[in-house]
């Protein structure tokens, strides 16, 4: 196996290799899965040394099976990127916009291009990954279909923009983030004296569970508000077979080796029943406001 294997979602042109592009370099080698549990077995399984997977949009919000999964996998997340998610309309060498009878696209991409999709009498069928539906188009060889997807697959499968820029709304970013196997560096009780990382920006996430009686959340929160340590994410997920009960994930600023970090986890520690570091890793840019 490569040690530069990075799995993703999706066919070869989606967004999430464009992700691994931008963070570990052009020339990095990738494994195309069907489904996000696939990318985490090709890690577990040995296929691929890296997965990158989207976490968030900023538009359709969390992406929650990917939540899960990080629960349930033992990968630690060692970096994350930004991307812009720019949407186009892509048919066959040809095909004309006025031609097009039936479209293409992930559930997600198309519910972020209603306007332009209102504006026409297309039939609108729902894909399993943008990029695979440019594929699909393209190995049906038809003038009346397209794909929605990134300028990437039109590349890739020797299609045609014939639209572009389609998305509802510009600012259209998805956060994806870089998950490798073993353990995280420096995580337990005050770790380090000082911070190793104190010239690089970094970002910590953290799963947790508390009990669940009044003010249990509250309580696991002052661990990081009375330190004066930023949340910059907060998500919760059911707890399988534990009707009505949560997992709580939150991203926070610092690296969890960093003294002040480390008290709050062991703060937290004290409180919740559950108390697992994901992983701490350099901050992506993320796009400015």
């Known amino acids: ?56 949009n900023s538009l359709a919000g969390s992406v929650l099976r990917n939540y899960e999964l990080l629960a349930e996998n033992k990968l ?18 040809g095909a004309r916009i006025e031609d097009i009878r039936t479209v293409y696209s992930h559930p997600v991409a198309l519910a972020q291009c ?34 929605i997807a ?3 697959a039109a590349e890739i499968y020797g299609a045609k923009i014939l639209a572009k820029g389609i998305e509802d709304h510009h600012r259209n970013y998805t956060r994806f983030l870089l998950l ?32 669940n009686r009044p003010g249990a959340l509250f ?8 330190r004066d340590i930023n949340l910059s994410k907060i998500e919760s997920r059911p707890i399988e077979g534990r009707p009505w009960e949560y997992s709580f994930y939150v991203d926070v600023s610092g690296d969890a ?12 520690h004290e409180m919740c029943e559950t108390v697992r570091v994901l992983g701490s890793y350099p901050a992506g840019e993320a796009p400015e406001e």
Not at 115 to 134: C, I, M, N, Q
Not at 257 to 268: E, F, G, M, N, W
């Open 257 to 268: 080796s960093d003294p002040t970090v480390a008290r709050a986890i062991d703060h937290l």
């Open 76 to 93: 630690t997340i060692r970096g994350e990127v930004y991307v812009r998610i720019e949407l186009n309309l892509i048919g066959l060498p």
């Open 180 to 211: 490798t196997p073993g353990t995280p560096a420096g995580v337990g009780s005050h770790a380090a004296v000082s911070s190793p990382h104190a010239d690089t920006r970094r970002k910590t996430t953290i799963l947790f569970r508390t009990s």
């Open 1 to 56: 196996m490569s040690p530069t294997v990075v799995a993703f979602q999706g066919e070869r042109g989606a967004f999430s290799e464009e992700a691994a592009r931008k963070l570990l370099g052009h020339d990095v080698e990738v494994l195309a899965c069907r489904t996000f549990d696939d990318v985490f077995a090709a890690v577990t399984s040995g296929r691929a040394s890296s997965a990158i997977l989207p976490i968030e």
């Open 114 to 147: 209603q306007r332009f999709l209102g504006g026409h009498a297309f039939e609108v069928k729902p894909a399993y990954d943008t990029a695979g539906s440019v594929k699909t188009a393209v190995e049906n060889a038809r003038l009346d279909e397209a794909g």
């Open 150 to 152: 990134g300028a990437a």
């Open 219 to 226: 309580r696991a929160l002052a661990a990081f508000a009375l």
